[in-house]
């Protein structure tokens, strides 16, 4: 039901790797990818420099959080994003950094906040961020393909993308946690292409067509592809963006998505249109509605 791939054939256009990519993204909005150039190895370093920044004391986690400094980067507190409002707040903490434009003043080219200890956490977040674009970029090129668009459409317009790189950590589930309280609750992701390792705990469920959830897994080194409200507009709702949301287990688990979006000023109408919606006007309108700090009146 969800297509698991090979990345190498996604690159080497293989016929029938390009038809399943292409059904995974009309379907379920939800594919599983490996082979790809980041190996398990270095995937867990990134785990593990994850989970050794969320057992920080709560004063140092603090000191670069992102309610405090304005911007969408550091740290994220338990019940700072609500991403269904009809859902309480989540209760998962996060670590965002991203695509630096020196000088500019927009929050998603903002610089980056880290950690002084532990003291290895920079380097190699920051080496792994520069492969998960990479291999975002391989990804979103295969989509092209598969949809029928010249497989560099996307090139010029993700130059200077909006891609942010999230540390998420589920704690055990909370004993006092009700049927509104999640992980994260029901939502679909804002941009465009969104590129997720697990430390393999389950936990992520996927809304299928009939209501139901689905499971879906991937062990470290291989990645769950979905995509987002952006490319859903963007290919004229030929892509979906699936609604997914994580209850929590018994089990801590650590996540890491890229949300792979495009340039601030791209036009991620559909393709063909009149219209113009910027990218940048569209995710600043859903992190407003997201963040706690953000919402009117707050």
């Known amino acids: 039901m969800i297509p698991r791939l090979d990345a190498q ?6 016929a029938d790797t390009l038809d399943a990519l292409r059904r995974g993204a009309e379907e379920t909005g939800f594919l599983v990818v490996y ?8 995937f867990r370093a990134v785990i593990d420099a994850y989970r050794t920044f969320f057992a920080l004391p709560e004063a140092e986690k603090r000191k670069i959080d992102m309610a405090e400094t304005g911007s969408n980067r550091g740290r994220g507190a338990p019940k700072a994003e609500q ?14 950094c991203g695509f630096e434009i020196p000088g500019s003043d927009l929050s998603v080219y903002a610089p980056n906040l880290w950690p002084s200890d532990p003291a290895d956490f920079k380097p190699v977040i920051e080496a792994y961020y520069q492969s ?25 317009k993700f130059d200077r993308p909006m891609a942010l790189l999230r540390g998420n950590y589920y704690p055990p589930r909370p004993v006092w946690a009700g049927d509104k309280d999640f992980g994260i609750a029901a939502h679909t992701d804002y941009g465009c292409l969104t590129l997720l390792g697990t430390d393999g705990v389950p936990g992520l469920e996927v809304q299928l067509n009939d209501g139901t959830w689905l499971p879906v897994q991937a062990e470290p080194g291989a990645f769950i592809i979905n995509f987002g409200e952006m490319l859903e507009m963007w290919t004229k709702g030929r892509v979906k963006a699936t609604l997914h949301r994580v209850k929590g287990s018994a089990q801590d688990r650590i996540s890491v998505p ?41």
């Open 258 to 298: 890229l949300f792979f979006n495009p340039n601030n000023d791209t036009n991620v109408a559909p393709m063909g249109s009149d219209q113009v919606i910027r990218a940048g006007d569209h995710l600043q309108k859903r992190f407003n509605e997201t963040y706690v700090h953000l919402k009117s009146g707050s």
């Open 83 to 96: 991403v269904d409002p009809n859902a309480n707040p989540d209760y998962k903490q996060v670590f965002d």
């Open 9 to 14: 054939k996604i690159a080497a256009r293989d």
């Open 132 to 156: 998960a674009l990479a291999v975002a970029v391989d990804i979103l090129r295969g989509i092209s393909a598969a949809i029928g668009q010249d497989s560099h459409y996307f090139d010029d």
């Open 35 to 42: 082979n790809t150039a980041i190996g398990s190895e270095q």
